[in-house]
Protein backbone atom coordinates (compact mmCIF):
# COMPACT_ATOMS: atom_id res chain seq x y z
CA UNK A 1 0.00 0.00 0.00
CA UNK A 2 3.41 2.31 -0.13
CA UNK A 3 6.37 3.28 1.54
CA UNK A 4 4.33 6.33 3.51
CA UNK A 5 1.80 4.07 5.62
CA UNK A 6 2.21 2.92 8.99
CA UNK A 7 2.07 -1.28 10.24
CA UNK A 8 -1.62 -0.55 11.48
CA UNK A 9 -2.65 -0.47 8.32
CA UNK A 10 -4.80 -3.46 7.29
CA UNK A 11 -4.76 -4.66 10.68
CA UNK A 12 -6.85 -4.73 13.99
CA UNK A 13 -5.72 -2.49 16.54
CA UNK A 14 -4.08 -4.42 20.02
CA UNK A 15 -5.21 -1.32 21.82
CA UNK A 16 -8.57 -2.39 23.25
CA UNK A 17 -11.33 0.33 22.11
CA UNK A 18 -12.17 0.66 25.67
CA UNK A 19 -8.92 2.35 25.66
CA UNK A 20 -9.60 5.80 23.57
CA UNK A 21 -12.68 7.59 22.82
CA UNK A 22 -13.14 8.19 26.32
CA UNK A 23 -11.33 10.56 28.17
CA UNK A 24 -8.85 7.94 29.81
CA UNK A 25 -5.74 7.78 29.35
CA UNK A 26 -3.34 5.21 28.11
CA UNK A 27 -0.30 4.44 30.11
CA UNK A 28 3.58 4.19 27.92
CA UNK A 29 6.54 3.88 28.68
CA UNK A 30 9.00 6.47 27.72
CA UNK A 31 12.67 7.42 28.49
CA UNK A 32 12.41 4.55 31.24
CA UNK A 33 9.63 6.74 32.97
CA UNK A 34 5.77 6.10 33.23
CA UNK A 35 3.84 8.68 31.10
CA UNK A 36 0.42 8.66 29.19
CA UNK A 37 -1.59 9.92 26.46
CA UNK A 38 -5.27 10.16 25.18
CA UNK A 39 -6.32 9.12 21.97
CA UNK A 40 -9.09 9.83 19.89
CA UNK A 41 -10.10 7.61 16.93
CA UNK A 42 -13.06 8.45 13.72
CA UNK A 43 -15.94 6.95 14.88
CA UNK A 44 -15.95 5.28 11.11
CA UNK A 45 -11.94 4.32 11.51
CA UNK A 46 -11.39 1.88 8.44
CA UNK A 47 -7.81 0.35 8.82
CA UNK A 48 -7.32 -0.05 4.90
CA UNK A 49 -7.51 3.79 5.11
CA UNK A 50 -4.42 6.19 5.78
CA UNK A 51 -5.37 8.27 8.35
CA UNK A 52 -3.32 12.30 9.36
CA UNK A 53 -2.28 11.82 12.89
CA UNK A 54 -2.27 15.12 14.93
CA UNK A 55 -0.31 15.64 18.56
CA UNK A 56 -2.40 17.90 20.53
CA UNK A 57 0.53 19.76 23.35
CA UNK A 58 -1.19 21.37 26.41
CA UNK A 59 -0.32 24.83 27.88
CA UNK A 60 0.96 25.05 31.25
CA UNK A 61 -1.30 23.95 33.58
CA UNK A 62 -3.31 22.21 31.59
CA UNK A 63 -2.95 18.05 30.92
CA UNK A 64 -4.23 15.53 28.80
CA UNK A 65 -7.46 15.33 29.31
CA UNK A 66 -8.66 18.84 28.88
CA UNK A 67 -7.20 18.54 25.64
CA UNK A 68 -9.97 16.01 24.94
CA UNK A 69 -12.26 18.00 26.59
CA UNK A 70 -11.46 21.05 24.07
CA UNK A 71 -11.36 18.75 21.45
CA UNK A 72 -7.84 19.24 20.97
CA UNK A 73 -7.71 23.11 20.35
CA UNK A 74 -11.33 22.32 18.56
CA UNK A 75 -9.67 21.00 15.42
CA UNK A 76 -11.98 18.22 15.93
CA UNK A 77 -14.99 19.92 15.98
CA UNK A 78 -14.67 20.44 12.16
CA UNK A 79 -16.55 17.50 10.97
CA UNK A 80 -13.83 16.47 7.77
CA UNK A 81 -11.11 16.88 10.80
CA UNK A 82 -13.32 14.40 12.82
CA UNK A 83 -13.33 11.77 10.02
CA UNK A 84 -9.82 11.51 9.06
CA UNK A 85 -7.99 12.15 11.42
CA UNK A 86 -6.76 10.42 14.39
CA UNK A 87 -5.59 12.92 17.62
CA UNK A 88 -3.61 12.46 20.66
CA UNK A 89 -2.60 14.23 23.47
CA UNK A 90 0.71 13.42 25.54
CA UNK A 91 0.23 14.73 29.74
CA UNK A 92 3.31 16.51 30.55
CA UNK A 93 6.12 16.74 33.78
CA UNK A 94 6.32 18.91 36.55
CA UNK A 95 8.91 19.11 38.99
CA UNK A 96 11.26 16.30 37.42
CA UNK A 97 8.48 13.90 37.27
CA UNK A 98 5.38 12.57 35.04
CA UNK A 99 2.23 14.65 35.71
CA UNK A 100 -0.33 12.48 37.21
CA UNK A 101 -3.50 14.74 37.84
CA UNK A 102 -7.05 13.21 36.67
CA UNK A 103 -8.80 16.51 36.62
CA UNK A 104 -9.30 19.09 34.00
CA UNK A 105 -5.76 20.56 34.02
CA UNK A 106 -2.64 20.69 36.40
CA UNK A 107 -1.10 23.30 38.52
CA UNK A 108 2.21 23.45 36.79
CA UNK A 109 2.20 20.82 34.65
CA UNK A 110 4.30 21.51 31.56
CA UNK A 111 6.88 20.43 29.12
CA UNK A 112 10.59 21.37 30.47
CA UNK A 113 12.91 19.56 28.34
CA UNK A 114 14.21 17.43 31.06
CA UNK A 115 17.04 16.41 28.44
CA UNK A 116 14.82 15.26 25.63
CA UNK A 117 12.05 13.10 27.65
CA UNK A 118 9.03 14.52 26.45
CA UNK A 119 10.18 14.46 22.34
CA UNK A 120 11.13 10.78 23.84
CA UNK A 121 7.24 10.65 24.67
CA UNK A 122 6.48 11.93 21.45
CA UNK A 123 8.46 9.08 19.86
CA UNK A 124 6.63 6.38 21.78
CA UNK A 125 3.17 7.60 20.99
CA UNK A 126 3.83 8.00 17.52
CA UNK A 127 5.03 4.17 17.30
CA UNK A 128 2.10 2.83 19.69
CA UNK A 129 -0.09 4.80 17.26
CA UNK A 130 1.54 3.16 13.93
CA UNK A 131 1.52 0.15 15.14
CA UNK A 132 -2.28 -0.10 15.76
CA UNK A 133 -3.60 2.15 13.34
CA UNK A 134 -3.49 3.04 9.61
CA UNK A 135 -1.63 6.81 9.78
CA UNK A 136 -0.46 7.89 6.51
CA UNK A 137 3.24 8.96 7.93
CA UNK A 138 3.91 12.13 5.61
CA UNK A 139 0.69 13.91 7.80
CA UNK A 140 1.78 13.82 10.92
CA UNK A 141 1.22 17.27 12.65
CA UNK A 142 1.30 18.75 16.03
CA UNK A 143 -0.15 22.11 17.38
CA UNK A 144 -0.28 23.68 21.01
CA UNK A 145 -0.65 26.81 22.62
CA UNK A 146 1.79 28.65 25.18
CA UNK A 147 4.19 26.17 26.63
CA UNK A 148 2.52 23.69 24.35
CA UNK A 149 2.82 25.84 21.14
CA UNK A 150 6.99 25.95 22.57
CA UNK A 151 6.34 22.11 22.66
CA UNK A 152 5.09 21.78 18.99
CA UNK A 153 8.14 24.57 17.98
CA UNK A 154 10.61 21.68 19.94
CA UNK A 155 8.82 18.76 17.99
CA UNK A 156 9.55 21.31 14.72
CA UNK A 157 12.86 21.20 15.29
CA UNK A 158 13.86 17.64 16.83
CA UNK A 159 11.91 15.63 14.44
CA UNK A 160 11.33 17.03 11.28
CA UNK A 161 10.24 14.91 8.37
CA UNK A 162 13.88 13.44 7.03
CA UNK A 163 15.60 13.85 10.33
CA UNK A 164 17.24 11.87 12.85
CA UNK A 165 14.39 10.32 14.51
CA UNK A 166 12.12 7.46 12.73
CA UNK A 167 9.04 10.31 12.48
CA UNK A 168 8.58 13.42 11.78
CA UNK A 169 6.07 16.32 11.57
CA UNK A 170 4.59 17.60 8.06
CA UNK A 171 3.32 21.08 9.62
CA UNK A 172 3.01 22.54 13.15
CA UNK A 173 0.93 25.15 14.60
CA UNK A 174 2.34 27.40 17.09
CA UNK A 175 -0.32 29.51 19.12
CA UNK A 176 0.96 32.07 21.55
CA UNK A 177 4.31 30.36 22.07
CA UNK A 178 8.19 31.29 22.82
CA UNK A 179 10.94 29.06 21.66
CA UNK A 180 12.68 29.19 24.66
CA UNK A 181 10.76 27.43 26.65
CA UNK A 182 10.88 23.97 25.26
CA UNK A 183 13.54 23.76 22.45
CA UNK A 184 16.66 23.08 24.91
CA UNK A 185 19.77 23.23 22.85
CA UNK A 186 17.81 21.87 19.87
CA UNK A 187 18.78 24.53 16.44
CA UNK A 188 15.67 24.02 13.79
CA UNK A 189 17.77 22.75 10.38
CA UNK A 190 15.07 21.56 8.51
CA UNK A 191 12.07 22.48 6.53
CA UNK A 192 8.84 22.06 8.32
CA UNK A 193 5.34 23.84 7.05
CA UNK A 194 4.93 26.29 10.10
CA UNK A 195 1.65 28.28 11.15
CA UNK A 196 1.52 30.55 13.99
CA UNK A 197 -0.53 32.93 15.51
CA UNK A 198 -0.20 35.51 18.63
CA UNK A 199 -2.08 38.17 20.24
CA UNK A 200 -0.60 41.80 19.86
CA UNK A 201 -1.32 42.37 23.85
CA UNK A 202 0.27 39.14 25.16
CA UNK A 203 1.80 40.33 28.08
CA UNK A 204 3.00 36.64 29.17
CA UNK A 205 5.08 35.42 26.24
CA UNK A 206 5.55 38.89 23.72
CA UNK A 207 4.25 39.23 19.93
CA UNK A 208 7.57 39.63 18.89
CA UNK A 209 8.92 36.03 19.80
CA UNK A 210 5.96 34.85 17.62
CA UNK A 211 6.90 36.59 15.02
CA UNK A 212 10.58 35.39 15.79
CA UNK A 213 9.67 31.83 15.33
CA UNK A 214 8.44 32.19 11.95
CA UNK A 215 10.54 34.02 10.62
CA UNK A 216 13.29 31.06 11.58
CA UNK A 217 11.20 28.83 9.69
CA UNK A 218 11.07 30.83 6.81
CA UNK A 219 14.28 31.51 6.54
CA UNK A 220 14.88 27.71 6.78
CA UNK A 221 11.79 27.18 3.86
CA UNK A 222 13.28 29.29 1.69
CA UNK A 223 10.60 32.43 1.51
CA UNK A 224 10.77 35.77 1.05
CA UNK A 225 10.53 37.37 4.50
CA UNK A 226 8.53 40.40 5.22
CA UNK A 227 7.28 41.10 8.96
CA UNK A 228 3.48 39.83 8.81
CA UNK A 229 0.73 42.19 9.27
CA UNK A 230 -0.13 43.36 12.57
CA UNK A 231 -4.46 43.08 13.49
CA UNK A 232 -5.87 46.34 14.24
CA UNK A 233 -9.31 44.83 14.07
CA UNK A 234 -10.46 41.51 12.80
CA UNK A 235 -7.29 38.87 12.42
CA UNK A 236 -5.24 39.02 9.78
CA UNK A 237 -3.14 36.09 8.70
CA UNK A 238 -0.34 36.56 6.51
CA UNK A 239 1.40 34.07 4.04
CA UNK A 240 5.03 34.96 3.76
CA UNK A 241 5.51 34.84 -0.33
CA UNK A 242 8.34 32.64 -1.45
CA UNK A 243 8.62 29.96 0.43
CA UNK A 244 9.47 26.32 -0.92
CA UNK A 245 7.07 24.45 -2.94
CA UNK A 246 4.82 22.26 0.35
CA UNK A 247 6.79 24.63 2.85
CA UNK A 248 4.55 27.49 3.41
CA UNK A 249 4.91 30.14 6.32
CA UNK A 250 1.61 31.54 7.37
CA UNK A 251 1.42 34.00 10.77
CA UNK A 252 -1.89 35.08 11.65
CA UNK A 253 -1.98 38.15 14.25
CA UNK A 254 -4.97 39.03 16.52
CA UNK A 255 -5.85 41.75 18.69
CA UNK A 256 -5.67 40.23 22.16
CA UNK A 257 -3.57 38.70 24.51
CA UNK A 258 -2.47 35.00 25.71
CA UNK A 259 -5.56 32.48 24.57
CA UNK A 260 -6.05 29.52 22.36
CA UNK A 261 -9.47 30.39 21.30
CA UNK A 262 -8.99 34.10 19.67
CA UNK A 263 -12.64 35.58 18.51
CA UNK A 264 -13.60 37.76 15.71
CA UNK A 265 -16.91 39.52 17.33
CA UNK A 266 -17.21 36.05 19.17
CA UNK A 267 -16.48 34.00 16.45
CA UNK A 268 -14.02 31.41 17.02
CA UNK A 269 -11.60 31.18 13.49
CA UNK A 270 -8.43 29.82 14.30
CA UNK A 271 -9.30 26.06 14.47
CA UNK A 272 -10.72 26.59 10.72
CA UNK A 273 -7.51 28.44 10.04
CA UNK A 274 -5.33 26.04 11.16
CA UNK A 275 -7.37 22.98 9.31
CA UNK A 276 -6.82 24.98 6.45
CA UNK A 277 -3.34 24.54 6.88
CA UNK A 278 -2.56 21.58 7.79
CA UNK A 279 -5.14 19.61 5.65
CA UNK A 280 -2.79 21.27 2.40
CA UNK A 281 -1.29 18.34 2.68
Known sequence: MGGALSAGCGKAPTIPASMYNNGNPIPITAAARQRRYILSVPPNYDNTKPHRLVIAWHQRDGNDKQMYQQNFYWLKEIPEAASSTIFVAPNGEKNGAPCTGTGNGESSCGWPDSNGSNVALADAVVAQIE????????????????????????????????????????AVAVYNGAAQLSAGTCMPSKQVAFYASHGTTDDILGYDGGVSMAQTYAGLNSCTWMTPTRATGSHVCTNVMGCKTGYPVEFCSFVGGHTPDPRDGGQRWQPQEVWKFFSQF
Open 131 to 170: ENFCIDKNKIFANGWSYGGSMSYRTACSRPQGGAGTWGVR
